[in-house]
Structures are given as C-alpha cells and as structure tokens.
Nanobody, 115 residues
Framework: QVQLVESGGGLVQPGGSLRLSCAASGIAFTIYYMGWYRQAPGKQRELVAV???????NYVDSVKGRFTISRDNAENTMYLQMNSLKPEDTAVYYC?????????WGQGTQVTVSS
C-alpha cells in the first residue's frame, strides 16, 4: 500500500523559510515523476514544483528562485525548501507521485505565512 506522509508545515513570518518533507512508502514500481501541489482557500489546487525520474525539474513561475525541490532516492523522501516566503504562499501543500500504477497523494500539510 502506497503511503505519502508530508511534514514540515507551520506558521512563518513573511521572508522566512520552511522545509517540507514527503516520506514515501510502499512504492515498488516505476515512478514517472514526483511533485508538490498547493491549494489555497477558495482556489484550485496548483502544481508548485515537479521532479521527473530523470531529474528534470520545473517550477511554477511564482516560486522560481525561492523554492527548491529535491529527492533522496535512498530514503524515498522528497523535499521542498521554501525561502523568502510570502503571504500568498499560504496554502495546504500536497505531495504527489505519478507512476506506472497510478497517481497518489499525501494528506497535506498547512503552510501559513503571516506576521
């Protein structure tokens, strides 16, 4: 059974940093890509950053230069380093995995950027 567990969310002041983690278990199949999505209140879920199986990385324009996605294959963990956080980054952040056996989501972790 595939499980994705996010952690690292919380309350941070504008300009601050957070590091999100996504621990994956039960994945014994080919992964096409892993990514982070976010959903703010009243808005649609949007892709924040994605990393392909070959290492290709893409970011939504609004986080370029501030967020960094990475993965540790040995630990089956994906990270999102978020710097220079802005109030508009406030959202629930979700871990996503797409592989040959389908698409999987974590339960989400809340990130709130506020003074």
């Amino acid at each position: 059974q595939v499980q994705l567990v996010e952690s690292g969310g919380g309350l941070v002041q504008p300009g601050g940093s957070l590091r999100l983690s996504c621990a994956a278990s039960g994945i014994a199949f080919t992964i096409y890509y892993m990514g982070w999505y976010r959903q703010a209140p009243g808005k649609q879920r949007e892709l924040v950053a994605v990393i392909g199986s070959g290492g290709a990385i893409n970011y939504v324009d609004s986080v370029k230069g501030r967020f960094t996605i990475s993965r540790d294959n040995a630990e089956n963990t994906m990270y999102l380093q978020m710097n220079s956080l802005k109030p508009e980054d406030t959202a629930v952040y979700y871990c996503n995995v797409v592989g040959v056996r389908g698409e999987y989501w974590g339960q989400g972790t809340q990130v709130t950027v506020s003074s």
